[in-house]
């Protein structure tokens, strides 16, 4: 350098002083800063700016005293200023180099003028207004006030101190490195900032910075700074922009427009929420109602302390709790600290009174799943904490932490409570800028940001991270561990019930699906093929007796047929339509108008086989009651009171399927509502009581009453904006219908006591139960009538002919009563002890769909012999080419029996009225 001295070239012109006067950043860029002259007549020396017209040590300045020739003006010109009480020239020296080695810098003039107008362009960090004109500004005094706290500006605008802290480890920088794609900050955090998620898609060069053409946060838009080199980002109309009045909003682009969560209460600062960005974390707009919704306000995160908090009781171990402790073991006291290292001066660590076995820690969450797993308590489950709270972590937060040493290794942080308390319980999430309670580590709450408070706890289930309802969102949601495979959505993805370790179809088990198609083929056939025949047979009808009885066999066959029907088409959907893609499409099924037509067609065949079933049995009574008694001849007449009856029949099954789909009965039959996925408020089916809880958390406290679907609709529309002609996901709603509660689309026969559909499903119930004991008294007195009219005939052959008609008709009729009992009577013992809370039967409907549906297969062989005919003859033929073994025999004797037993059924029904006694 020109003074002798010696520095690396590396070192020169770096924007950092590497010797004492700062020569090695006086000559950069072909500008001169300070003054070079003569000292002691023969050796150059250099003089810095900051010593020009200043009283320093003497072997500073020139033998001339050129350094301060201008050091005596009175006046402010253009081209000096005014520095600790003296005037100063500046012309060669504005926007100086860093004043020591650490890049500390501080202006020449009081007024910071030599800040203006850099003579060197590289030195000029932005350009402005300054007093009405166009000025450069250093770009050291970019965020120099701002970081001393002082209340001036060179700009007009005060550009040069927009100025934030990204974080504490990073320090302050000026808002226009925010979001600019290259990391000013050591920990990223210029880089992850809120505003960084929505960007504009135009570019425009920021005024500070070098970053070229780049897009801005939309929170920059006409905000009253310009923040573009060209000031477009103060042109309203350049912008994209969405909603009215109060959601009138700056848009990435017109084509994302949509209506907005509407925070509640009136904070002018809380307006609204993205769609995008609703229940995300469990709070939105400052409140809780996405925690509602979720059900987490019911978790227990914090356990009682004692003793200035040093104490924690967990589980039962509590006074007064004596019982509990005698069924599940007894309570220990452990001392527990994190880590488990020596610290000086700290004598205290937190004392956990608990259960002295292990037990399993699903269900614990906060507090209480930190001690117990970390003091080894828990089955299957680790401590969560990792990170040791050392003295340089989460540098924002506990300014008066104290430090002291650990281990003598490393020092660690405590903090103080209840005064003389010190305590080091804080969870150091994985990022190392947030520390957060134990209260708040393995709650299904993503507090550190970064999961890392979440996922190594094993009493959550981790919801898939990509949002499939809105791709650009990338978060992380837990639900508890034992809500997967509850056959109950928790996650707005699905992927706590669509895994693979949840069942994926309609029919659960393989058992299930070819059951399913077994019964309802059977059913089928063999009830069109007797239809056929009684169809064929009923115009040769002798009597009014035989015309009722075919007449009713056909009501009978056409119920189970419809039966029959409804076991395919809900095979058809679980193994054709759907297969295992069915899961993340169940919502769309339990909503659908098929559901509830398939549901309908089973309930209807169901009842009106029932219904016809209990009238032929009391007509049969009746012919045996009335056996002397000549039935009449078949006329118009008959035809019309059969036609009639067969319309009471059709009308009261009809009624009993139909209501509960009807619209107007919706407040008491609908089940819940499935709301659009892009709401992410309520997640799968939300039945009254969920949605009114969401209620009264948004608007307040409510009237305790129970509202119509219609009001509960318009309440939940008034949470969401409703803008011009955007999409409005609330039209998009769709009921959970009657037949909607399971994916079998069964009629609800498993209701609680608050259920409003009880009445009505218990008067079913009831009336089933009804028809099925008027079956059985019936046959039970037929088969009393029958032997009493035996006894009263002479020991003659056709006494003893009678005799062997009888007990077989005995046994056809105990077969049944018997499948009448095994279909009807268990199922209705599950739908009172459900009813009662004893058990929880919501999950057996697949269950029931397989057993209810029994008798649409028995019946053909009972009430009609055109079915066991044509199985017995194929049977024969196949059993004697097989073998003749007395299994095979067996069962050709059975089906033999059958066909007699069904023959001589209808003969006393034509006959026995003719009979005498």
């Known amino acids: 350098m020109p003074s002798g001295k010696s520095v690396p070239s590396f070192d020169i012109c770096d924007e950092k002083c590497d010797t004492f006067s700062c ?168 880089e992850e900032r809120s505003i960084c998620r929505s960007l504009t898609v135009r570019t425009c060069k920021r005024r500070v910075g070098n970053a070229g053409e780049l897009p801005i946060p939309l929170d920059w838009l006409v905000d009253g700074v310009e923040d573009c080199t060209n000031g477009i980002d103060e042109e309203a109309w350049l912008w994209p922009k969405c909603g009215v009045d109060r959601t009138r909003r700056f848009v990435t682009s017109n084509e994302t427009c949509e209506n907005v969560f509407l925070c509640p209460g009136n904070d002018p600062t809380l307006k609204y929420e993205e769609l995008g960005n609703l229940c995300t974390g469990m709070d939105v707009c400052g409140h809780d109602v996405c925690s509602v919704s979720r059900n987490f306000l019911d978790i227990r995160k914090t356990v009682l302390s004692s003793d200035k908090g040093l104490t924690k009781h967990i589980a039962f171990c509590l006074k007064g709790l004596v019982s509990l402790e005698f069924l599940h073991g007894e309570c220990d006291q452990e001392h527990f600290i994190f880590p488990n290292d020596t610290f000086f001066g700290i004598n205290n660590t937190t004392k956990v009174i608990l259960p002295n076995g292990t037990t399993n820690c699903d269900s614990m969450f906060g507090e209480q799943y930190v001690f117990t797993s970390c003091l080894n308590k828990c089955e299957n489950s680790f401590c969560p904490l990792r990170n040791v709270p050392r003295y340089e972590v989460c540098m924002d937060q506990y300014p008066k932490r104290i430090g002291t040493l650990a281990n003598n290794e490393y020092l660690a942080f405590f903090t103080r409570s209840h005064g003389d308390i010190l305590t080091n319980r804080y969870f150091v999430c994985d990022n190392k800028v947030k520390c957060i309670e134990y209260s708040q580590v393995c709650d299904l709450i993503d507090d550190c940001g970064d999961a890392s408070d979440e996922i190594n706890c094993t009493n959550n289930f981790q919801c898939n991270k990509t949002d499939s309802i809105d791709p650009l969102f990338v978060g992380v949601n837990f639900i508890p561990k034992y809500k997967k495979c509850d056959e109950k959505i928790d996650c707005i993805d699905f992927s706590d019930e669509c895994n693979e370790s949840c069942s994926l179809r309609i029919l659960k088990k393989p058992l299930f699906r070819g059951f399913t198609w077994f019964m309802g083929l059977a059913a089928i056939l063999a009830n069109l093929i007797i239809m056929v025949k009684s169809l064929y047979t009923l115009r040769n009808s002798r009597n009014t007796i035989v015309l009722a009885n075919k007449s009713l066999v056909i009501i009978i066959s056409l119920g189970d047929f419809f039966v029959g029907c409804y076991l395919i088409t809900i095979a058809v959907y679980d193994g054709i339509v759907y297969k295992n893609g069915y899961c993340t499409k169940q919502m769309i099924w339990l909503t659908s108008w098929e559901c509830s037509v398939v549901g309908a067609l089973n309930t209807f065949g169901s009842q009106i086989s029932l219904f016809s079933m209990t009238l032929l049995s009391t007509i049969r009574l009746y012919i045996i009651w009335k056996s002397t008694k000549i039935p009449g001849k078949v006329t118009w007449m008959t035809w019309l009171q059969v036609l009639l009856g067969v319309i009471l029949l059709v009308t009261a099954s009809l009624l009993i399927a139909i209501i509960p789909i009807l619209h107007r009965f919706e407040d008491f039959f609908v089940n819940g509502e499935y709301f659009a996925q892009k709401l992410k408020l309520f997640i799968g089916s939300a039945d009254k009581k969920d949605i009114m809880k969401v209620l009264k958390s948004y608007y307040g406290r409510m009237k305790d009453i129970t509202l119509s679907w219609s009001m509960i609709n318009t309440m939940v529309g008034g949470m969401f904006s409703h803008d011009l002609s955007y999409k409005d996901h609330i039209t998009e709603t769709r009921k959970v219908h009657f037949y909607g509660n399971d994916g079998v689309c069964l009629f609800k026969y498993f209701v609680d006591q608050d259920d409003p559909q009880r009445v009505f499903v218990w008067s079913i119930l009831g009336l089933n139960f009804f028809s099925f004991i008027s079956i059985s008294v019936s046959y039970l007195l037929i088969i009393l009538l029958t032997r009493k009219s035996t006894k009263n005939v002479a020991n003659t052959k056709t006494n003893k002919n009678a005799s062997k008609r009888n007990s077989r008709m005995n046994r056809r009729i105990a077969i049944i009563i018997t499948t009448d009992f095994l279909c009807w009577i268990p199922f209705l013992v599950i739908c009172c002890l459900h009813s009662l809370e004893i058990i929880h039967a919501s999950n057996w409907y697949a269950t029931s769909m397989i057993l209810l549906p029994i008798n649409s297969v028995i019946n053909p062989l009972i009430y009609d012999n055109t079915v066991t005919k044509l199985i017995s003859g194929p049977v024969n033929k196949v059993t004697s080419l097989v073998s003749n073994s007395a299994a095979v025999r067996s069962v050709l004797s059975r089906a033999e029996v059958v066909q007699v037993e069904t023959v001589e059924m209808d003969r006393i029904v034509e006959e026995g009225a003719g009979a005498k006694t």
């Open 23 to 190: 020569e090695d950043e006086a000559n950069c860029n072909g500008f001169t800063y300070g003054i070079y002259c003569e000292k002691d007549g023969k050796k150059i020396n250099y003089v810095a700016p900051w010593n020009i017209c200043t009283d320093t040590l003497e072997y500073m300045h020139c033998d001339d005293e050129e350094d301060k020739a201008s050091c005596s003006r009175t006046n402010n010109s253009e081209s000096s200023c005014s520095h600790q009480g003296k005037m100063r020239q500046f012309f060669n020296f504005t926007c100086v180099p860093p004043l020591t080695g650490d890049s500390t810098y501080w202006p020449l003039c009081d007024d910071h003028k030599d800040q203006l107008n850099c003579s060197d362009p590289s030195k000029a960090g932005l350009t402005c207004f300054v007093n009405g004109s166009l000025s450069t500004v250093s770009k050291y005094m970019i965020c120099y006030n701002s970081e001393r706290d002082i209340d001036k500006s060179l700009c007009d605008d005060g550009i040069e101190n927009k100025c934030l802290a990204a974080s504490k480890k990073c320090g302050t920088i000026h808002q226009h490195l925010l979001c600019d794609k290259t990391s000013d900050c050591e920990d990223g955090s210029d």
